[in-house]
């Protein structure tokens, strides 16, 4: 991966489900395609799958490799593969960003960040936020509320880092 899915952004989704994915993102995905670098149309991964995910997972073409790098070093026939490769791989979708840096989003992913039916006839709003090696994507009200939830935690980010380095 030659840089990382860094920070949030907020993106108007259209009444034909099209968002504009943030020019920094489109960036990591570019040069995580080795196939978009003459169409400049990167491909994007979009796991949908998990219960209890209020958010689609999106991946770049290296980081969707990666993850089924991971997913098949499981105990093949395991419990856990078969939901990793449920949740993660069977319930994921490629799209390809066009050349004004849109997708559309599938009815599967519009389904899981909650936009129902007409939703999208007024408009909605999108939150994208990175994480490293991948970003989520959520409806703008979802996210805004988890992270009100996660401010009523007063402990600072950095020891839980640290925590983690000491442990791990």
Not at 11 to 25: E, L, T
Not at 92 to 104: A, H, K, T
Not at 137 to 162: F, H, K, N, Q, S
């Amino acid at each position: 991966m030659a840089e990382a899915f860094r920070g949030e952004y907020y993106q108007k989704v259209d009444g034909k489900a099209r968002v504009s994915i943030p020019a920094a993102f489109r960036s990591v995905l570019l040069a995580d395609d080795p196939f978009a670098s003459n169409s400049q149309r990167p491909r994007l991964y979009m796991v949908y799958g998990g219960k209890y995910r209020t958010f689609v997972e999106c991946y770049s073409k290296l980081g969707a490799d990666k993850l089924a790098e991971e997913i098949e070093t499981m105990e093949l026939g395991s419990k856990e593969r078969t939901r990793a490769e449920r949740d993660l791989i069977s319930r994921s979708v490629m799209v390809e960003v066009d050349g004004e840096g849109r997708i559309v989003l599938p009815p599967q992913v519009r389904e899981k960040m909650g936009f129902h039916g007409d939703d999208l006839a007024a408009g909605g709003e999108a939150a994208f936020a990175g994480f490293t090696n991948r970003f989520r994507l959520y409806r703008r009200e979802v996210y805004e509320a988890e992270l009100a939830e996660d401010d009523e935690d007063d402990t600072d980010p950095l020891t839980l880092v640290g925590r983690h380095k000491r442990t791990g």
